[in-house]
Antibody, heavy 123, light 110 residues
């Protein structure tokens, strides 16, 4: 079964750090483009970051310079290292797989989502 | 990158059709055929309903359809059912090599 399972969320003080993990099964993380998307309590979805199969990475302006996306191919796991956390980073963080079709290639949509992990930044 | 503009709420009776709009700019919705739509039930992860403006992933009901004109995309749900009640988000790839989502629309089935 194709599945994503996030972990690593929790309560952290402002200025602190946290590393989120997203374990994949049923497909290979390194062969797909993978993103993190977050959702603040009661709010909408916000794209955070992407890592492509070739290793290129991009970030939303709101997290650039503070967050780092990476992957461990041997563990088939995606990560999000979050530093200098702020109250406004409080959200459920989802990892999501970028959808690719055999004959069409990249669709720039996200077809598989994890269940999310909650990050609370508060003193 | 500013969020795409969606109506906060829409409603319809079972069996009716509704349309949710999603307005962006020429740097996102208008510039690419990479608009997607997601359904999210309370406490659940988003589910992809439409990709590349008008394509349905395998397993998604053909009651869901998408379209685009200029900088505005639309999601239409026909034959409304109680299980369609959820939040809906549009998303677009952007010229900044990023993605932008809409603010979300709460669909109420009366």
């Amino acid at each position: 079964e194709v599945q994503l399972v996030e972990s690593g969320g929790g309560l952290v003080q402002p200025g602190g750090s946290l590393r989120l993990s997203c374990a994949a099964s049923g497909f290979t993380v390194s062969s797909n483009y993978m993103s993190w998307v977050r959702q603040a309590p009661g709010k909408g979805l916000e794209w955070v970051s992407v890592i492509y199969s070739g290793g290129s990475t991009y970030y939303a302006d709101s997290v650039k310079g503070r967050f780092t996306i990476s992957r461990d191919n041997s563990k088939n796991t995606l990560y999000l290292q979050m530093n200098s956390l702020r109250a406004e980073d409080t959200a459920v963080y989802y990892c999501a797989r970028g959808m690719e079709l055999e004959r069409r290639g990249v669709t720039n949509a996200f077809d598989i989502w994890g269940q999310g992990t909650m990050v609370t930044v508060s003193s | 990158q500013s969020a795409l503009t969606q109506p906060a709420s829409v409603s319809g009776s079972p069996g009716q059709s509704i349309t949710i709009s999603c307005t962006g700019t020429s740097s996102d919705v208008g510039g690419y055929n990479y608009v997607s739509w997601y359904q999210q039930h309370p406490g659940k992860a988003p589910k992809l309903m439409i990709y590349e403006v008008s394509n349905r992933p395998s397993g998604v009901s053909n009651r869901f359809s998408g379209s685009k004109s200029g900088n505005t995309a639309s999601l239409t749900i026909s034959g409304l059912q109680a299980e369609d009640e959820a939040d809906y988000y549009c998303s677009s790839y952007t010229s900044s090599s990023s993605w932008v989502f809409g603010g979300g629309t709460k669909l109420t089935v009366l």
